[in-house]
């Protein structure tokens, strides 16, 4: 078994993305700032992406 597509779904999405570009050092692939969705290339053919999580009134 091989795990290669981790999906996380965040309150803080821009505060995320920078996590994981810049601290963590992953490549982003798709997605921007101010956005609800990112993807990370974190090797190996393995994803990372990010969901912002939205809130219902």
Known sequence: MKLDNIRLLVSNFDD?????????GFSLTWGERGGNYASFDVGEGSVLALFKKRINC
Request: charged share 10%.
């Open 16 to 24: 995320c993305l920078h996590f994981y570009e810049t601290v963590m």
